[in-house]
């Protein structure tokens, strides 16, 4: 079964910065769009970045452009979102997810997802 494992979160004071990481088991990792979504209480799941399969390609919610830096490494099956200058307002659970085909922007553009992982920014 494909599984997706998010870490990294935590608790971390405004202007401070976290790694996390989804390591990925059986799926071919390399051939996948990776993304990265957040969901706040009360909050719809929202986009933040994604990355295509190689890795050259990036994108990016302009609510964290210029802050956050999505990477993968192949030979790892793992993708990475270095978190930077966090602001109480990137308080959510973060969810890793491998998309379908070319689409990266919405949910239902990926079909598998890790359980999350919480990260709390305080003021």
């Known amino acids: 079964q494909v599984q997706l494992v998010e870490s990294g979160g935590g608790l971390v004071q405004a202007g401070g910065s976290l790694r996390l990481s989804c390591v990925v088991s059986?799926?071919?990792?390399?051939?996948?769009?990776m993304g990265w979504f957040r969901q706040a209480p009360g909050k719809e799941r929202e986009f933040v970045s994604a990355?295509?399969?190689?890795?050259?390609?990036?994108y990016y919610a302009d609510s964290v452009k210029g802050r956050f830096t999505i990477s993968r490494d192949n030979a790892k099956n793992t993708v990475y979102l270095q978190m930077s200058r966090l602001k109480p307002e990137d308080t959510a659970v973060y969810y890793c997810?491998?998309?379908?085909?070319?689409?990266?922007?919405?949910?239902?553009?990926?079909?598998?997802w890790g359980q999350g992982t919480q990260v709390t920014v305080s003021s």
């Open positions: 990355i295509g399969s190689s890795g050259s390609t990036t």
């Open positions: 997810a491998a998309a379908k085909l070319w689409a990266y922007s919405a949910p239902q553009d990926y079909d598998y």
């Open positions: 059986r799926l071919t990792f390399a051939t996948r769009r």
